[in-house]
C-alpha cells in the first residue's frame, strides 16, 4: 500500500534555530500533500496545502514567513519551521493523495515531534 | 463553516465492554466525507473509514461498526467487545468544501480499555 515517510520523527533544536520536516510518498506521486499541527492532546489543525510546482496555500492565521513550505518534487513536500520557538514545539503530521482512489486515497505520515528549548 | 464535534473527551472501560464514540458535524456542503481515524500512542493515524455523504448506509467491519445519520448530522463509531489494544485517541473528520482530502478535525476521544 501507499506509504508516506516523514523524518525527522523527533527533534530538539535551540530557540532561534530553523528545523526542516520531510514529507515523502514513497511509492506513488503526490501532487498534493497537507500539513497539520497537533498540540499535546489536541485535535489535528489543517496548516497548509503543498502543491507540486507552485506555492503553497496556508490556513488562515498560519504564518507564511514562519512556516515555510516546499514541494519541489511530486514525491517530496518539506516544512521548514524558521527562528523556532518554545511555542513552536508540537506534533507536526502530514498527508499526501494518492491517484488510485479506493476508500482511502489520503495517507499520513508517522508524523514529527518538534521540542523546542 | 466546517465543524465538528465530539463531546466525549475521554471514555474509559474495562475489556469486553462496547464502546461508542460520538461525532456531530456541521457543514453546508451536500456533498462531503466524513472519517474516523485512529491515533495509538505512538502518534500515527490509522485510517477506519471513509463514508460520503450519499451513502448512509451503516458499515460493520468486524468489531467496528458506523452508523450514519444525515438527518441529525451524526456519524457515530461503535466498538464491541473492546480490547486493550483499541486504547487509542479516535477522531472523526469531515472533508473541506474546497478539497475532500483537506479534513476538518474533531478534538478526539481519548478511549482505555482497562483488562
Known amino acids: 500500500g501507499a506509504v508516506v515517510s516523514q523524518h525527522p520523527s523527533r527533534v530538539i533544536c535551540k530557540s532561534g534555530t530553523s528545523v526542516k520536516i520531510e514529507c515523502r510518498s514513497l511509492?506513488?506521486?503526490?501532487?498534493?500533500m497537507f500539513w497539520y499541527r497537533q498540540f499535546p492532546k489536541k485535535s489535528l489543525m489543517l496548516m497548509a496545502t503543498s502543491n507540486e510546482g507552485s506555492k503553497a496555500t496556508y490556513e488562515q492565521g498560519v504564518e507564511k514567513d514562519k512556516f515555510l513550505i516546499n514541494h519541489a518534487s511530486l514525491t517530496l513536500s518539506t516544512l521548514t519551521v524558521t527562528s523556532a520557538h518554545p511555542e513552536d514545539s508540537s506534533f507536526y503530521i502530514c498527508?499526501?493523495?494518492?491517484?488510485?482512489?479506493?476508500?482511502?486515497?489520503?495517507?499520513f505520515g508517522n508524523g514529527t515531534r518538534l521540542t523546542v528549548t | 463553516a466546517q465543524k465538528v464535534t465530539q463531546a466525549q473527551t475521554e471514555i474509559s472501560v474495562v475489556e469486553k465492554e462496547d464502546v461508542t464514540l460520538d461525532c456531530v458535524y456541521e457543514?453546508?456542503?451536500?456533498?462531503?466525507?466524513l472519517f474516523w481515524y485512529k491515533q495509538p500512542p505512538s502518534g500515527e493515524l490509522v485510517f477506519l473509514i471513509r463514508?460520503?455523504?450519499?451513502?448512509?448506509q451503516n458499515e460493520i467491519s468486524g468489531r467496528y461498526s458506523w452508523n450514519f445519520q444525515k438527518s441529525t448530522s451524526s456519524f457515530n463509531f461503535t466498538i464491541t467487545a473492546s480490547q486493550v489494544v483499541d486504547s487509542a485517541v479516535y477522531f472523526c473528520?469531515?472533508?473541506?468544501?474546497?478539497?475532500?482530502?483537506?479534513?476538518?478535525f474533531g478534538a478526539g476521544t481519548t478511549v482505555t480499555v482497562r483488562a
Open positions: 473528520a469531515l472533508s473541506e468544501p474546497s478539497g475532500y482530502y483537506k479534513l476538518s
Open positions: 463514508r460520503n455523504s450519499f451513502d448512509e
Open positions: 511509492d506513488f506521486q503526490a501532487t498534493t
Open positions: 457543514t453546508r456542503d451536500t456533498t462531503y466525507y
Open positions: 498527508s499526501a493523495i494518492t491517484a488510485d482512489g479506493g476508500d482511502s486515497p489520503l495517507h
